[in-house]
């Protein structure tokens, strides 16, 4: 009777341990606005099981895939008041709030993706990681969103004198407005849900995005005139709720951060197969793909970069930008 006492004893101990072991792990929110599958949500999804690993199931990562959170510029005031922890989107949206993510949103900057690279994983990288501190996030990781172009209903656009008059969905950022309008079109600033329908119905007349975002959203059903222009090389920004990191232990503060550089290459081969799969796919479905001649969109930039680019810091980071070969 007393070895089954002891026995039961064992078996009640053993339990509270595993319960105390489960209700010790933290789950953590992530957002993006992207289906299940696409590289920035599988970048995020991989972070999270280097970190449940490394922290042996202290800390595990729930990621919320298209905008089940709701759309980047919900989720942004969601990750910045704690609401979630973590957030997966672009950089422009934050160009009113932090200063220096205004630089990487530059139409016609980056003149590749490797230049992109070489910036961001380096000192200027560092700088406007920095820069999110005081709007209460830190910036764990930047991700690859390719090249973004316009697309439209409408007609092929081979020239700057193409893009006169036709309306054009932005990110809800001022600098994109404002590039739009030095093209010569106009700009309709709304959430990326919005879009198809926008187009369909003819409330705009196209878009402009990258062809893993023009493939998943089926843009190219609604506008199948995509021209390569590039004018923006702009990279995805991985924040967490300062207040949620400052939390962490040191050591794990260091796991998080690592983890996160580690899934970046992770998420740039995906990136890259996405990139060439997606194009196929819009090119079999009838889209027309043109090639302008980019000079032209290039000169009528000055005046964005006369608005946008204000202080000695902007102009110091351009010119940094500009240098790194």
Do not use: C
Request: zero cysteines.
């Amino acid at each position: 009777m007393l070895h089954a006492t002891k026995f039961l004893t064992g078996i009640v101990l053993a339990s509270s341990l595993m319960v105390g072991a489960a209700a010790a792990q933290t789950v953590l929110k992530s957002s993006d606005t992207h289906p299940d599958g696409y590289p920035t949500v599988e970048g995020v999804k991989y972070f999270g099981e280097l970190v449940k690993e490394r922290t042996q199931g202290r800390y595990a990562v729930e990621v919320y895939h298209s905008a089940q959170l709701g759309e980047e510029k919900d989720t942004i005031e969601q990750v910045r008041s704690g609401v979630i922890e973590l957030n997966r989107v672009s950089m422009a949206p934050f160009n009113g709030t932090v200063k220096e993510s205004i630089v990487p949103a530059l139409p016609y900057l980056f003149r590749s993706e490797e230049h992109m690279h070489k910036v961001m994983d380096g000192p200027i990288g560092d700088q406007i990681k920095k820069a999110f501190e005081p709007a209460g996030l830190v910036a764990l990781a930047f991700y690859d969103a390719g090249a973004r172009s316009f697309y439209n209903k409408t007609k092929p656009i081979n020239s700057v004198a193409d893009m006169k008059g036709l309306k054009f969905r932005v990110i809800q950022s001022d600098i994109f407005v404002d590039m739009v309008a030095a093209l010569g079109a106009n700009a309709t600033p709304m959430p990326y849900g919005e879009v198809y329908s926008s187009i369909e119905t003819g409330v705009i007349d196209g878009a402009e995005n990258n062809f893993p975002s023009y493939d998943t959203a089926k843009h190219f059903e609604v506008a199948k005139n995509y021209a390569l222009d590039e004018h923006t090389i702009l990279p995805e920004v991985f924040v967490m709720n300062k207040a949620a990191f400052d939390k962490l232990t040191p050591e794990d503060q260091e796991i998080f951060k690592q983890a996160a550089k580690d899934s970046v290459a992770k998420q740039r081969e995906l990136w890259a197969a996405k990139v060439a799969e997606s194009r196929k796919i819009v090119e079999a479905a009838g889209a027309q793909i043109t090639t302008p001649d980019k000079q032209g969109f290039i000169e009528a930039m000055k005046p964005v970069y006369e608005k946008h680019v204000t202080d000695e810091v902007l102009r110091k980071m351009v010119a940094d930008v500009q240098a790194v070969q």
